[in-house]
């Protein structure tokens, strides 16, 4: 399905249920709380911040944001990454809403309301010999072990790599990003790949570090995730997602990260590529 037929079906569902908005699951609207767990190492998406160890960043804001136009406040907890997707799926969390993408393996047991476009991206260390991704072509390339980039950097690999007769890049496993930047500034990859929406943010923290090289892998999208079985609670929170679109608020939280150009124009159902 192209973006236009996911938006589409958001419209016709959005006409169905028009004539009632759409409430709170009872649970919720009783205790006055939604239950929600991020994994704290992912600036700017979710991060502590070093100066004061608030829980920090665009999903934060984002998920503040929501709670107020709901009524309701969020109770915040963390969890590795593995653990997001059990997290959602035993009920420790209402849904999800921390870095994490679209993805059509996901799609099982979820449902994603799209926010903010993404792409894994390559990126080197500033003083790197490699001037093109080509140059990455036999060298030793780290990412996240438990995000989709794993599969994205085997997929690129064999399509500009190995077809090329060159030899395949060697996926070097991370337990989270700051792990995978800890390796390439120790020398024990050559280059790394991360969600492009993150780069600006550590270019920013530590300037003239690193260096974005070649395009993004693929394009995608960041979702807010849902149970199949509450679908209450994503269309209440799409609803208000959608406000937020239209009064400005949704692209000001963007902008504040210096992330405006990832905006997406409305929120869709499941859009990624499958």
């Excluded at 205790?31 to 608030?54: C, F, H, I, Q, W």
């Excluded at 059509?104 to 260390?125: H, I, K, N, W």
């Excluded at 974005?212 to 079985?229: H, N």
């Excluded at 902008?255 to 990624?272: E, F, I, S, T, Y």
Aim: with cysteine; glycine share 6%; net charge negative.
């Amino acid at each position: 399905m192209t973006r236009l037929s996911h938006f589409l079906a958001f419209a016709v569902l959005a006409a169905v249920t028009s004539a009632q908005a759409a409430e709170l699951p009872a649970e919720i609207k009783q205790t006055g709380t939604l239950k929600l767990t991020v994994n704290s190492t992912y600036a700017p998406m979710e991060y502590r911040d070093p100066a004061t160890n608030e829980l920090v960043g665009l999903d934060i804001d984002l998920a503040n944001e929501l709670a107020k136009r709901l009524g309701v406040k969020i109770v915040w907890s963390e969890t590795p990454f593995a653990e997001l997707i059990p997290s959602l799926q035993t009920k420790r969390a209402d849904f999800i809403i921390s870095g994490i993408s679209d993805r059509a393996s996901r799609r099982e047991t979820a449902d994603f309301v799209d926010y903010l476009a993404t792409g894994p991206q390559f990126f080197v260390m500033a003083e790197s010999d490699a001037k093109a991704a080509a140059d990455l072509c036999g060298k030793k390339v780290g990412t996240t072990r438990s995000t989709s980039f794993p599969a994205e950097i085997e997929k690129w690999s064999k399509q500009n790599c190995e077809t090329a007769g060159k030899p395949a890049i060697q996926y070097v496993p991370g337990e989270n990003s700051i792990d995978v930047r800890n390796q390439l500034k120790q020398g024990r990859i050559d280059a790394a790949v991360q969600g492009s929406e993150t780069l600006p943010y550590a270019q920013s923290q530590e300037p003239e570090k690193y260096r974005v090289i070649g395009a993004q892998l693929s394009t995608g999208y960041q979702g807010i995730m849902f149970r199949k079985d509450d679908p209450a609670l994503r269309e209440v929170v799409t609803e208000k997602l959608s406000a937020m679109i239209a009064d400005g608020s949704y692209k000001a939280i963007l902008d504040k990260w210096g992330l405006g150009a990832n905006a997406v124009a409305q929120p869709m159902l499941n859009a990624a590529p499958q």
